[in-house]
């Protein structure tokens, strides 16, 4: 089974963010369980929500206390809020930021993890250019096809399609696959520095 | 077809392929998503001929409910929480003059203090009031209990609620298989009802009835309700034969052959102790799950069959009889009348604390050495009680204890991860 929590704030799609990625592994053919932890919503409050993909019919109801791969829509959270409370040493992280782990103050923490798994990709920007709004949840799923390698791009293409119409489709289509590709690099890049330090 | 959705649209949908013909709903947190999704199709057209009617409260929804099943419509609607509680005096209404109403219970705590989030107590404060209660335990037997409810409603002629867990099911987006029309028109016959307020044929509906004959309506109303014990059973048979799955039904057991200690529990919570069962069986304890689908009218004699082998009876429950203990439990343990074996009630995940693997893991063991308390309250925080209890004892005005407790653990957003 693979876990995955999302933290952003109310009015970013966190929700959404979770549903569509359980949508895309429905696609691929396997079990996918996404669910909220609602608190009192509101506009900028800090938002969780969760996304289970396994190969058999999932039943564990728990909240995800130990993900496996955590995304951050907003990084000023990470102030705010342990966003990665039992996340396992080398799991997944994708912030949506234009800045590195290091400025973000996250260098020690990160220091001997496997650094093609931790990403940045500046989501917001993507959603701006490609689909004219501020909401960074639909890019983040394209870096997260990118770096967690549980789905395809192309389910999650799938899924940003059953999910919207039009041009709000065609838009985030774009920012996902552009998404995508600048996480690719980074995780290159990541993998190069790692074989030069070998 | 098999689909990927949010379990109030799957039950949004299922409902509607039961050709409601007069809906009415006040909405409330989790039940929002299903009845908004319902006015949505009757607004396109999708769902005809059926009148959705915004009604200004609780207690007006169940009263034009109330309106609209005497005068032979199909008539549903949904609620949660306090709008559960608001609307009680119609649910006794509803169900004492026999209307077959359904009704789905996006299950809420009750407050004060107010709580959005999920537990058994408002269904179960209603468990008297005279409808029948079935609980899913996942958005499938959700959908599929919906479909069920209204052939049992209008077979027996008594209302039936379909309990949901609020969020946990509501909110939760998982693979559904979405019956066809077809299969939904050849399983529920369309509606004949028993007493019609017709114009052409004039009848008075919800007479003032005194003592010379009170008790006996009332005792009809029990025996009516009995009746289910036998007639679910059938139906599900016969949703079997349909649809192709096995939902619904009085209760499910799962690997209670041979088990020793035996839970019991209502829900969504029944996938999580499933998980943990099977971690448990594979480490070589004779553990098992029964898990209650029908809890009005209680299986009493189902319940006794699948219990009595044990050597312990565990009862888990989102619900709490204040001064009492627990309301399952109390159920159960009247089913297990004059059988020896050790009984324990155990209080978990009120207002939508999060029952965890690791912690039912540690219950059920100690369980198993026979080391809990009667009543156990699972993952209580006892030094935020006893600070509280502190706090009472050494001032006269200690103030509010909801807002003291908050203040305690410093909450600044809610979380349960």
Redesign the interface.
Known sequence: MFQV?IHGRGGQGV?TA??ML??A???EGR??????????ERMG??V?A?CRIDDKE????????EPDAIIIQDPTLLH??DVF??LRKDGYILINTSKTFDQLGLGDMIRDWRHERLCTVPAMELALKHVGRPVPNVPLLGGFAAVAGVLQLESVIKAIGERFSGKVAAGNIAAAREAYEIVRAEMDEARRKETEHA | ML??T?GSRAVAEAVAMCRPEVICAYPI??QTHIVEALGEMVKDGSLSPCEFINVESEFAAMSVAIGASAAGARSYTATASQGLLFMAEAVYNASGLGLPIVMTVANRSIGAPIN??NDHSDALSQRDSGWLQLFAETNQEALDLHIQAFRLAEELSLPVMVCMDG??LT?????VDMPTQAQVDAYLPKYEPRQVLDPSEPVSIGAMVGPEAFMEVRYLAHAKQMQALERIPEFAAEFRQIFGRDSGGLTHTYRTEDAETIIVAMG?????I??VIDEMREAGHKIGVLGITLFRPFPLARVRESLQGAKRVVVLEKSMAVGLGGILSTNVRMALSGLHMHGYTVIAGLGGR????KSLHGLFREAEQDALEPLTFLDLDWNMVNKQLEREKAHRRSGPVAENLLRDVGV??????
């Open positions: 929590r929700v979770a549903e359980s949508v592994a429905f696609d079990h996918a369980q996404a669910f909220p932890s609602f608190g009192s409050a800090p969780v969760f999932i039943r564990l109801r728990e909240p995800i206390m705010q809020v409370a039992g | 689909k990927q949010e947190s989790p959005i989030w969020f946990i909110h939760a987006y998982e693979r969504s919570v029944l996938g999580t499933k998980d999060a029952i965890t693997k600044v957003a809610a979380r349960n991860y």
